[in-house]
């Protein structure tokens, strides 16, 4: 799962998504078993898929409160990248590249190119 969300930072609209989720949740959360017809509702009603439902509903049941069905995306948080711009820059150029051939280049192709880029700025 990705980090956890801090509730302090979270915006309205998470806030409303996360009580919108929670209205739907807190009845299945009370279930033992869940029937299809139960999981079907909640999935069209949240707008995700089967396992989506599982971790929100998981999560939910761990901790009862609407701040658990916060975000919980995985990947970097909004509008922040692990890596820098330049390091974005060299790896676009690697792909670039490295897919601009006739023939489909392996995987190992890429990391080549993007390890000898690397070398040649000094990384």
Known sequence: MGRD????????ADWRRAVARE???????????LSPADIGLACRQLGVRRARLYELLGRYRASPVASSLLGHNPGPAKGRR?????????????????YRRREKPSITALHDRVRELCRACGR
Request: aromatic share 2%; glycine share 0%.
């Open 23 to 33: 209205i739907v949740i807190r009845p299945l959360a009370s279930k033992d078993r």
């Open 82 to 98: 692990r890596l820098s711009e330049e390091m974005e820059a060299l790896i676009e150029t690697a792909m670039r590249d490295t």
């Open 5 to 12: 969300p801090d509730k302090f930072a979270a915006d309205d």
